[in-house]
Each structure stands twice: as structure tokens, then as C-alpha cells.
């Protein structure tokens, strides 16, 4: 029985090159929609319900004393791709003491963290230009090494409350030259060039990220939070989705199952036309003592043929080229996809297009040998 399947597709291909060819591209296409839709509904609805609890903006306090060195470690533990997310650290120090004539009680900082160093957000400095608060700001470098430069309110009446010499000002008992103004603070510096054991405030310190944050990233910066800085940190109960729980089984058999349904139906409707275009061979086969089961068995097996090299052939594409371009812009979408999920999928979608395969393999040799051989002439 192999032996003929394999002659019956040689015959096939060799006759019918276009549908043997459309067969292969529905099977490949049909994969490729499968698999690609199961990872962006999902980024989908996890990114809807992230939103919608504003998980952007990720608040938390410090329950201790913390400082400058303890808080500039703790973030340097995290790994680069999640601090590549985070477009924003914001924190402050309280300085009602030193400047109680000040109309402002804490001074804050925003910051990033590139390459494994602290620099300026960009974030923050484009939103500042936005609305006209900043026109300069620090440089990368003057960050990085915590230059003594300061940027001075431009305010007439508040610059009169500030200790500015020779274009300098006096600030926490430094002495910073003064690079331009803006309409932010009375004084801003680069938070690096704060002394290692400067107290940070406790009630204020957030991050801002580009995109709503993952429960993996959000467990990750939780624990590394925790971790370095010896528990003297709290997080807000927040109720954030889980990737692969949220959507891995509400979605996968909605959504995919119309998919595969639809994608194995259409390979079904071009394999029922080469059954049309074979009745007659058919008809022939059949009176000769071929029985419907074998028959049955001959067609499944051509069908196996076709499908098995196609999905192979479309889920090694689609994990080796297709799912690194989609992770360039979801790149939490490699998260959904294992060999579990590569099982359940393919095994899916083999079942279900053997199914309706099957049903309509049956319905095509129901008719006798006669009713075949007379359709069967019209098709030649």
C-alpha cells in the first residue's frame, strides 16, 4: 500500500503540478496563519487587559532608608533587556530642610539605564520639550560620570532663593556650573552626581515603561527590587496577567480552532477535486475488488503526504525566521510559544483536517462503481 501512495503522488505532482503545488501552499499558509495568529491575539489580549489597570506606570515605595548607591546598584542587577523596556526611572530627595524657603519641598531625577550605565531619559526630556519646560538637558556622558552641571529654574523670583556665584550655584554643599534653565524645578543635576549615601524619598520612586509590563518582567524587577535593596522595599497589589495562563487555554481553542477548521477545509475542497477528476480510476479500481476501507486508507495516505511535509516544513519557518521577526516588535511573544504549544498546535491541526478529510473521503465513495464511472467521464 506505501508503494502505491508513493506512485500515486508522483502522478500526481506529475499531472496536476498547479494543485499539487496549491495543495502544499494552502498547508504551508494555513500553518503559518495558525501559528502567528495564536501569538499576537495573545499579545493582544494581554496588552488590552494591561492597559486597561495602567500598567505602564509601575509605583512602589521604599519602607527604609535607602540610598543613592544602595538604589543605583539594585537596577544595575537587572538584566539589560528588561531595563531596555523601562523608559524612565523616576525618584526624588527631600529637601525642606536645607531649603525651606524653596516653594517646592523634593527635587527628582529621571533616568534610564543603557548599556549597563545610568543616562539621561529620553523620555522624560522629549516630554519636557513637549510642553515647554526643558530646552536642554544632560548629556549622556555628563550622567554617566555625575558632572558637578546643574540646570536652574528661569524664574526671576526663584533664582533669587538660589546660591548662584559666577555662574554657578550651590547645591546640597556642591558647587554646579549652571548649562541653561528650565521651568521643571529650582534646580535640577544628574542624579549620579548625588552622594552615594544621599537618602532617597520613600513615598515616590516609580518606572514608566514603553509598553504595559508582563507579569515575568514584573516578577523579575519585584524580586531583584526586594533582593538588593534587603526587603526595604513594597509593591502595590498589582493584579497583572499572566501570559501564558491568561491566554494559553481560554484562546487557543477559539480562536485557532476556526482557524485550523477553516484552513483544513480548504485543503480538503482542493484534495476533493483530484478525487472528482479520479473517479473514473476509481470506478475501475473498484470493480476490480478494491474495497471502500482500502480505498479510504489509499486516499488518507496520499493526504498524509502532503500534510506532514507541509506542516514540518511551515513550523520550522515560522520558529527559525518568522518568530524572531515578531519578537523585534512583541519581544515578549517568544514567551508563548514551547514544545508543549508546538504539540498541542500541530496536533490540532493534523486531527482536525484528517477529520474533515476523512468525511469527505467517505462521502465521495459512497456512490457505486457505476455512478463513479459515469462522473468520472465528465471530468476527463
Known amino acids: 500500500m506505501g508503494?502505491?501512495?508513493?506512485?500515486?503522488?508522483?502522478?500526481?505532482?506529475?499531472?496536476?503540478?498547479?494543485?499539487?503545488?496549491?495543495?502544499?501552499?494552502?498547508?504551508?499558509?494555513?500553518?503559518?496563519?495558525?501559528?502567528?495568529?495564536y501569538g499576537l491575539f495573545g499579545i493582544y489580549i494581554v496588552k488590552k487587559s494591561a492597559e486597561e489597570q495602567n500598567l505602564s506606570d509601575i509605583e512602589f515605595r521604599f519602607t527604609e532608608d535607602v540610598t543613592r548607591g544602595e538604589f543605583q546598584q539594585a537596577i544595575l542587577k537587572l538584566p539589560q533587556e528588561l531595563n531596555d523596556k523601562i523608559i524612565s526611572y523616576?525618584?526624588?530627595?527631600?529637601?525642606?530642610?536645607?531649603y525651606p524657603e524653596w516653594n517646592q519641598s523634593r527635587v527628582d531625577f529621571h533616568f534610564t539605564v543603557k548599556n549597563g550605565e545610568i543616562v539621561p531619559s529620553q523620555f522624560f526630556v522629549d516630554n519636557g520639550i513637549k510642553v515647554g519646560n526643558l530646552l536642554h538637558y544632560f548629556t549622556e556622558e555628563q550622567e554617566k560620570n555625575g558632572e558637578l552641571v546643574a540646570l536652574v529654574t528661569s524664574y526671576p523670583e526663584e533664582q533669587k532663593k538660589l546660591d548662584i556665584q559666577d555662574n554657578k550655584v550651590i547645591f546640597l554643599g556642591k558647587e554646579y556650573q549652571i548649562i541653561a534653565t528650565q521651568e521643571w524645578s529650582y534646580v535640577m543635576v544628574p542624579f549620579l552626581s548625588l552622594d552615594e549615601d544621599t537618602i532617597l524619598y520613600k513615598s515616590s520612586p516609580s518606572i514608566t515603561l514603553a509598553e504595559p509590563i508582563t507579569k515575568k518582567d514584573y516578577d523579575l524587577f519585584h524580586n531583584t527590587m526586594v533582593e538588593e535593596l534587603d526587603g526595604k522595599v513594597a509593591f502595590p497589589d498589582y493584579e497583572i496577567p499572566d501570559l501564558n495562563i491568561l491566554y494559553r487555554y481560554n484562546t487557543i481553542l477559539l480562536v485557532n480552532l476556526f482557524i485550523i477548521g477553516a484552513a483544513a477545509l480548504n485543503f480538503s475542497l482542493l484534495y476533493r477535486y483530484m478525487l472528482i477528476k479520479r473517479r473514473g480510476e476509481l470506478a475501475i479500481f473498484?470493480?476490480?475488488?478494491?474495497?471502500?476501507?482500502?480505498?479510504?486508507?489509499?486516499?488518507?495516505?496520499?493526504?498524509?503526504?502532503?500534510?506532514?511535509?507541509?506542516?514540518?516544513?511551515?513550523?520550522?519557518?515560522?520558529?527559525?525566521l518568522i518568530l524572531p521577526l515578531l519578537a523585534k516588535v512583541h519581544r515578549d511573544i517568544v514567551t508563548l510559544y514551547s514544545?508543549?504549544?508546538?504539540?498541542?498546535l500541530i496536533a490540532g491541526y493534523l486531527v482536525v483536517t484528517f477529520v474533515i478529510l476523512a468525511v469527505v473521503i467517505g462521502m465521495e465513495l459512497r456512490s457505486s462503481s457505476l455512478t463513479l464511472l459515469l462522473r468520472g467521464k465528465r471530468y476527463e
Not at 523616576?90 to 536645607?98: A, F, G, H, Q, T
Request: net charge positive; charged share 20%.
Open 286 to 320: 473498484r470493480t476490480c475488488g478494491l474495497r471502500k476501507g482500502k480505498a479510504a486508507l489509499l486516499y488518507l495516505g496520499e493526504c498524509i503526504g502532503l500534510v506532514l511535509p507541509g506542516t514540518v516544513a511551515a513550523f520550522g519557518c515560522f520558529h527559525w
Open 90 to 98: 523616576y525618584v526624588d530627595i527631600n529637601i525642606s530642610e536645607e
Open 339 to 344: 514544545p508543549v504549544i508546538y504539540g498541542k
Open 3 to 37: 508503494k502505491y501512495i508513493l506512485l500515486n503522488l508522483k502522478k500526481f505532482f506529475r499531472k496536476e503540478q498547479g494543485i499539487f503545488i496549491l495543495c502544499i501552499g494552502c498547508i504551508f499558509l494555513s500553518c503559518i496563519a495558525m501559528l502567528s495568529a
